[in-house]
């Protein structure tokens, strides 16, 4: 093999390693938008509750769900831990 072709092999391991890492943060965010679209909501207005009409509420659990998946997205992790959920500064 001429240095040519092993430059050559050694960019196209490296392109293909990149990719696949690639396709796993796709497959994260693609999840994560599943479970989004599948959360049940509930809308004040009809209630008369409030806040107001520009609320809405999710379930708990599907927060919960929505809370996990977004903190699979988290690839810096800066804190060396993962997002926690926040309900009103509590």
């Given at each position: 093999?001429?240095?040519?072709?092993?430059?050559?092999?050694?960019?196209?391991?490296?392109?293909?390693?990149?990719?696949?890492i690639q396709?796993?943060?796709?497959?994260?965010?693609?999840?994560?938008?599943?479970?989004?679209?599948?959360?049940?909501t509930w809308?004040?207005?009809?209630?008369?509750?409030?806040?107001?009409?520009?609320?809405?509420?999710?379930?708990?659990?599907?927060?919960?769900?929505?809370?996990?998946a977004l903190?699979?997205?988290?690839?810096?992790?800066?804190?060396?831990?993962?997002?926690?959920?926040?309900?009103?500064?509590?």
């Open positions: 093999m001429t240095d040519k072709e092993h430059a050559l092999t050694l960019q196209l391991e490296e392109l293909t390693r990149k990719v696949k396709d796993k943060m796709i497959e994260k965010y693609k999840y994560f938008v599943n479970v989004v679209y599948e959360s049940e809308e004040y207005s009809i209630y008369d509750e409030i806040p107001d009409d520009t609320w809405i509420a999710l379930d708990k659990r599907d927060y919960e769900k929505i809370m996990q903190a699979e997205l988290d690839e810096i992790r800066p804190w060396k831990m993962p997002l926690e959920k926040r309900l009103g500064g509590r």
